[in-house]
């Protein structure tokens, strides 16, 4: 059963730095377009960034640009996401999610598209002193 699993959250000083990774054990994510997502507890779910799944094209939450990098290796089957600079209101839980259905250079962060169709687990993100 295709599955996706996020790893590496963990809990880190503000100004510091990790790097989220998502994959789907046994499948292959190279022919769907992946978007990392973060929900807090009473808020809502919130787009962070997508990478399409053939010409690499990306999207950012605006409030995101130039701390967060997303990038995928089809070598290794998997799509990461690179933090830097985290701030404590970057806490939450850290999905990754999966188009079944994507539209070539085309990705979008929003969730109310309702475009993604396999959601991870998520990892949980903790910034903090």
């Known amino acids: 059963q295709f599955q996706l699993a996020e790893s590496g959250g963990e809990s880190v000083q503000p100004g510091g730095s990790l790097r989220l990774s998502c994959e789907a054990p046994?499948?292959?994510?190279?022919?769907?377009?992946i978007g990392w997502f973060r929900q807090v507890p009473g808020k809502e779910r919130e787009g962070v960034s997508c990478?399409?799944?053939?010409?690499?094209?990306?999207n950012y939450a605006d409030s995101l640009k130039g701390r967060f990098t997303i990038s995928r290796s089809n070598d290794k089957n998997a799509v990461y996401l690179q933090m830097s600079n985290l701030k404590p209101e970057d806490t939450g839980v850290y999905y990754c999610?999966?188009?079944?259905?994507?539209?070539?250079?085309?990705?979008?962060?929003?969730?109310?598209?309702?475009?993604?169709?396999?959601w991870g687990q998520g990892t949980q993100v903790t910034v903090s002193s």
């Open positions: 990478i399409t799944y053939r010409d690499l094209g990306t």
């Open positions: 999610a999966a188009e079944g259905n994507p539209v070539p250079g085309i990705c979008s962060v929003d969730v109310s598209q309702g475009r993604y169709d396999y």
């Open positions: 046994g499948f292959s994510l190279n022919y769907y377009t």
